[in-house]
């Protein structure tokens, strides 16, 4: 037996969906008709737990639009993971990843029958949202009946230009709703996106600094965006010459392949959920392959080497490598909007920060 220490496994159910959003990095839309087995998907889930190595595992049903997969399918996963990690002794968290617009009363059974953790597409109000995606105000009535039943979820929204405009007020109307856990998204170089809708790197900027704001004066009843918090939570180990702990995704090599990876909906294995990273890279049979895959990915790519000598390298996410593909030049303006970021927080944390600490 072979173990393994992917601890967070994406299950992409389906590329179908009742959405055809331009910046998908899915790929998915209504005409897509890949649907993964059922039948595998347990072997799969099963297998990932029996041959972990630890006692925490993540598992993440994502698509496409995985209710389109159907609530029995869904259910079957749950069971079957729920099952062989009580069997093992594995702190299970089990999401799903959704664009909202589909919930009913048998979802929302299943979200707490299972505990499941689901996050929710929505780029801020109707008119903002309705520009790239639609169906803003069916989402906004499912978020009020998941409130409503105590259902505890996320946001994710993508940084379009629309957003980006109105980020202050948009910021204001997600705490207005109580939709106080979000993550605002760069679209970076998605796939069906226009080089002409890449946002220039001082509205990256001006995001983050309106972001930091935000939840600095409102503080406990701010809007907590995942993104820019954690970028301040580093800036400040940083200054105070601790560790700087970094997620995979945020790593100049990230984890793709030994920390998580993606059951495809044709039954193999990916290093990573972002489909746009498929291009020339190979799959796996099986988990245990997926190290030869990883290793094959990584053997042309090149890490930036001016970064370890940049300031901002602390707080800097380095560009998620399914966007970007390793090459610098898709992720300059991101990287332009973090040093500027570095040298904001410098002025405005720095000397508190010595105050306290000093």
């Known amino acids: 037996m072979i173990k393994h220490r992917i601890a967070t496994l994406f299950v992409s159910t389906t590329d179908r969906c009742n959405l055809a959003c331009r910046y998908c990095s899915a790929a998915a839309g209504p005409a897509r008709k890949a649907a993964l087995a059922p039948e595998i998907a347990e072997r799969a889930v099963c297998q990932w737990l029996s041959d972990l190595e630890g006692n925490r595992a993540t598992l993440v049903m994502t698509g496409g639009e995985p209710i389109l997969w159907g609530l029995e399918n869904l259910e079957r996963v749950c069971r079957v993971a729920t099952t062989e990690a009580g069997r093992r002794s594995i702190d299970l968290t089990i999401g799903i990843q959704s664009n909202g617009v589909l ?7 299943l979200l707490q029958r299972w505990r499941i953790e689901p996050g929710f597409s929505l780029d801020g109000p ?7 995606r639609g169906n803003g105000a069916a989402t906004l009535a499912v978020l009020k009946r998941l409130q409503a039943r105590a259902v505890r979820f996320a946001i994710v929204s993508c940084l379009t230009p629309e957003l980006a405009n109105e980020i202050e007020d948009a910021l204001e109307w997600f705490r207005r709703q109580g939709f106080l856990k979000i993550r605002v998204n760069p679209i970076g170089e998605a796939t069906r996106v226009r080089r002409s809708e890449r946002l220039s790197p001082d509205t990256l900027f001006n995001v983050k600094k309106a972001i930091y704001e935000h939840m600095q004066r409102h503080q406990e009843g701010a809007v907590h965006e995942r993104n820019v918090g954690r970028q301040v939570k580093k800036f400040d180990q940083a200054f105070r010459g601790r560790t700087v702990v970094k997620e995979h995704c945020e790593q100049l090599k990230c984890g793709a392949g030994v920390h998580l990876a993606c059951l495809d909906p044709d039954g193999s294995f990916n290093l990573c959920v972002e489909k746009s ?8 049979a099986s988990l245990d392959r997926l190290p030869r ?13 001016h970064c370890s000598s940049c300031p901002a390298n602390a707080i800097c996410d380095h560009g998620c490598v399914a966007y970007h ?3 610098f030049c898709k992720f300059e303006h991101e990287c332009a909007a973090n040093r500027m970021f570095w040298k904001y927080l410098v002025a405005e944390r720095a000397p508190s920060l010595t105050r306290t600490h000093g």
């Open 325 to 327: 593909k390793m090459d």
């Open 277 to 284: 990273m498929r291009g020339g890279l190979g799959r796996a």
């Open 103 to 109: 919930v009913d009363d048998d979802f929302i059974n």
């Open 126 to 132: 109707a008119h903002v949202h309705d520009v790239r």
């Open 293 to 305: 895959a990883r290793q094959e990915f990584w053997r042309n790519k090149k890490r930036w080497s």
